[in-house]
């Protein structure tokens, strides 16, 4: 199946932590995004990321890092998790000059304890 | 001017009835506008888009009516359904495809 897959789905750490969410996309999509979606289902950008430029939203963290082995994958990479950072994060993809907007993946539910 | 507004926060239609969501813009760079559709635990779902060069799409039960003087957007679903239950985001590019700017979100209730 064509997709936008994200793993884990759900995922449940103590404060202090430093975990990974990994997304992998087979779309051959040029660009790929991490969004988080708060209580409140406001999607928040966190990154956007093709293989010429990396966009980082100001607002966010540096304990948050984006890595990218190649164009398919785009991991998030969260360091000293803290309570605020529970949430839904969804990775997505999308095609640079094209129609047809963003394929999100599932999502991973991240709670810090 | 990066900033995408969308109204209302929350809708209850009866089931047969029409759902109504508006968004309206700023920046007079965006050109693609589509609606996302997404149900609980799932990832927002792509639903219908539209650019700026028409002023009407409509796919099944579902419309987009575009404004570009207004800079002002709107979701028609028509005939709602129970299964229509869903929170809907508007959301908007000037890159053709990439980097959307999103609604903050309507949450979409049906009932039987």
Same mark, same amino acid.
């Given at each position: 199946d064509t997709a936008v897959s994200q793993t884990p789905k759900y995922l449940v750490t103590q404060m202090g932590n430093d975990k990974s969410i990994k997304c992998e996309q087979? %779309?051959?999509? /040029?660009t790929m995004y991490w969004y988080k979606q708060d209580s409140k289902k406001f999607l928040k950008i966190m990154f956007s990321y093709n293989n010429k430029e990396l966009i980082i939203?100001?607002?966010?963290?540096?304990r948050f890092s984006p890595k990218s082995p190649d164009k398919a994958h785009l991991n998030l990479h969260i360091n +000293? %998790?803290? %309570?605020?950072? +529970?949430a839904v994060y969804f990775c997505a993809s999308s095609q640079a000059?094209? /129609?047809?907007?963003y394929t999100f993946g599932s999502g991973t539910r991240l709670t810090v304890v | 001017q990066q900033q995408v507004k969308q109204s209302p926060q929350s809708l209850i239609v009866q089931k047969g009835g029409i759902s109504i969501i508006n968004c309206a813009y700023e920046?007079?760079?965006?050109d693609y506008f589509p609606w996302y559709q997404q149900f609980p635990g799932k990832g927002p779902a792509l639903l219908i888009a539209i650019r700026p060069d028409v002023s009407e799409k409509k796919e099944g039960r579902f419309t987009i009516s575009f404004n570009k003087s207004a800079k002002q957007f709107s979701l028609h679903i028509m !005939?709602?359904?129970?299964? !229509?239950s869903a929170t809907y985001f508007c959301a908007a590019s000037g890159n053709y495809g990439q980097n959307f700017v999103f609604g903050p979100g309507t949450r979409l209730s049906v009932l039987p």
């Amino acid at each position: 199946d064509t997709a936008v897959s994200q793993t884990p789905k759900y995922l449940v750490t103590q404060m202090g932590n430093d975990k990974s969410i990994k997304c992998e996309q087979n %779309l051959g999509h /040029d660009t790929m995004y991490w969004y988080k979606q708060d209580s409140k289902k406001f999607l928040k950008i966190m990154f956007s990321y093709n293989n010429k430029e990396l966009i980082i939203n100001e607002t966010v963290p540096n304990r948050f890092s984006p890595k990218s082995p190649d164009k398919a994958h785009l991991n998030l990479h969260i360091n +000293s %998790l803290e %309570l605020g950072d +529970s949430a839904v994060y969804f990775c997505a993809s999308s095609q640079a000059r094209a /129609d047809g907007g963003y394929t999100f993946g599932s999502g991973t539910r991240l709670t810090v304890v | 001017q990066q900033q995408v507004k969308q109204s209302p926060q929350s809708l209850i239609v009866q089931k047969g009835g029409i759902s109504i969501i508006n968004c309206a813009y700023e920046n007079t760079a965006f050109d693609y506008f589509p609606w996302y559709q997404q149900f609980p635990g799932k990832g927002p779902a792509l639903l219908i888009a539209i650019r700026p060069d028409v002023s009407e799409k409509k796919e099944g039960r579902f419309t987009i009516s575009f404004n570009k003087s207004a800079k002002q957007f709107s979701l028609h679903i028509m !005939d709602s359904q129970p299964g !229509d239950s869903a929170t809907y985001f508007c959301a908007a590019s000037g890159n053709y495809g990439q980097n959307f700017v999103f609604g903050p979100g309507t949450r979409l209730s049906v009932l039987p």
